[in-house]
């Protein structure tokens, strides 16, 4: 256990209960606990493997390269369709937990020997992301744009297209294009 961790579980939630209980299976599987992104991570030899985290609705593990995983319970559960790597295993209750307990560590002793073996997700090219008609026709009107935008790394191209894309209206869609143009002039991605 690191104390740097300890507040998470300390903090007033609906999910203490949960979160201790599945505190104790990882740190049974022999991980390194962190800090990340405000959330208990568990890492083998430095590389992500289950981050611990909650919600409204529920609490769950991430497993970071769930994708990879054979999932023979069928319970990984991908966040959006745009989630390209990492799965969830999601819980609404202590009891749900413990019943499946064996079943989680042998998940967390499979994302081990998957970053034991050194395997990675095979990403979608940004090609391969769906462009709005709105920046192509941007990017068709302004070559400078255009070529600024191609000049962008692979996942700066992407965060701009899933901006884009998840705006359901038009004018919206426009809107985030029209704000975003000086920081794909300047070389920089939306959380830059």
């Known amino acids: 256990m690191n104390p740097k961790v300890d507040w998470f579980f300390e903090k007033d939630s609906k999910w203490q209960a949960e979160y201790k209980h599945l505190r104790t299976i990882v740190l049974d599987c022999g991980l390194t606990e962190e800090l990340k992104w405000g959330c208990p991570c568990y890492n083998f030899k430095g590389a992500n493997v289950v981050l611990i985290h909650g919600f409204k609705e529920y609490c769950a593990y991430l497993l970071h390269k769930g994708a990879l995983l054979k999932d023979t319970e069928n319970i990984l559960i991908q966040q959006t369709e745009n989630v390209q790597s990492a799965r969830q295993i999601r819980f609404t209750n202590l009891e749900a937990i413990t019943e499946i307990e064996t079943v989680l560590k042998a998940y967390i002793y499979e994302a081990i020997e998957v970053e034991k073996a050194g395997l990675k997700v095979e990403l979608k090219k940004t090609k391969e992301f769906n462009m709005p008609e709105e920046f192509e026709?941007?990017?068709?009107?302004?070559?400078?744009?255009?070529?600024?935008?191609?000049?962008?790394?692979?996942?700066?191209?992407?965060?701009?297209?899933?901006?884009?894309?998840?705006?359901?209206?038009?004018?919206?869609?426009?809107?985030?294009?029209?704000?975003?143009?000086?920081?794909?002039?300047?070389?920089k991605g939306l959380n830059d």
């Open 137 to 187: 026709k941007a990017l068709n009107e302004n070559a400078d744009l255009k070529a600024a935008f191609e000049a962008l790394t692979p996942g700066r191209q992407r965060g701009y297209l899933l901006y884009f894309s998840q705006a359901k209206q038009s004018k919206t869609r426009e809107s985030r294009i029209e704000k975003s143009i000086p920081l794909i002039f300047e070389g």
